[in-house]
């Protein structure tokens, strides 16, 4: 399901500005150094794991034996590979937009999965950049916890309007 598959609940007289998603890649690695801690501890115990199943069988070991590392390969699954797949899932679900009175956050296709934020409250944004055309926007909102817009292609659309809403909201005696 793309996101111009379906229609965002705009009110009469409502206008889309902007609509994006998370750049795949960006989404799926963005916490990439848990996952490499995570497959290399995975390599590891697995190791292990072999090893205490051969002196299990070979050696009449006691089965415990086996007990002990299956909690950390099963860890270091989740950890590593498991978190990529999960991040590569969630993606696909993920999508934003930006009208000129609310902005939209949708992830997945259940309607309680769909959160609506008025531009009103907005009172500021940051952004962390990872190159020149990929950043994650965290917007902050006057009495809600901030949300966060990860991993967008081409930010600065976005940013401008925000800058623009942001700006409109200050009173006329607070611009420096």
Same mark, same amino acid.
């Given at each position: 399901?793309?996101?111009?598959? &379906?229609? &965002?609940?705009?009110?009469?007289?409502?206008?889309?500005?902007?609509?994006? !998603?998370?750049?795949?890649?960006?989404?799926?690695?963005?916490?990439?150094?848990?996952?490499?801690?995570?497959? $290399?501890?995975?390599?590891?115990?697995?190791?292990?794991?072999?090893?205490?199943?051969?002196?299990? !069988?070979?050696?009449?070991?006691?089965?415990?034996?086996?007990?002990?590392?299956?909690?950390?390969? $099963?860890?270091?699954?989740?950890?590593?590979?498991?978190?990529?797949?999960?991040?590569?899932? !969630?993606?696909?679900?993920?999508?934003?937009?930006?009208?000129?009175?609310?902005?939209? $956050? !949708?992830?997945?296709?259940?309607?309680?999965?769909?959160?609506?934020? =008025?531009?009103?409250?907005?009172?500021?944004?940051?952004?962390?950049?990872?190159?020149?055309?990929?950043?994650?926007?965290?917007?902050?909102?006057?009495?809600?916890?901030?949300? $966060?817009?990860?991993?967008?292609?081409? =930010?600065?659309?976005?940013?401008?309007?925000?800058?623009?809403?942001?700006?409109?909201?200050?009173?006329?005696?607070?611009?420096?």
């Amino acid at each position: 399901m793309s996101g111009r598959e &379906w229609q &965002w609940p705009l009110e009469k007289g409502e206008n889309l500005l902007w609509q994006g !998603r998370p750049a795949p890649r960006c989404f799926t690695f963005k916490n990439w150094k848990l996952a490499g801690i995570g497959i $290399v501890l995975f390599l590891a115990s697995s190791f292990w794991l072999m090893l205490s199943i051969q002196l299990v !069988r070979s050696d009449n070991h006691s089965w415990w034996l086996v007990m002990i590392p299956l909690p950390l390969v $099963v860890l270091s699954l989740c950890l590593g590979p498991g978190q990529l797949f999960w991040a590569r899932w !969630r993606w696909e679900q993920i999508y934003y937009a930006l009208s000129d009175q609310r902005l939209f $956050v !949708r992830i997945g296709s259940r309607e309680e999965n769909f959160l609506s934020y =008025p531009l009103a409250a907005i009172r500021d944004w940051k952004q962390k950049r990872f190159g020149s055309q990929l950043a994650s926007v965290q917007i902050h909102f006057a009495a809600q916890k901030p949300v $966060v817009l990860d991993c967008l292609e081409q =930010p600065q659309i976005l940013l401008n309007h925000l800058d623009s809403i942001v700006r409109q909201q200050e009173p006329a005696g607070e611009s420096v």
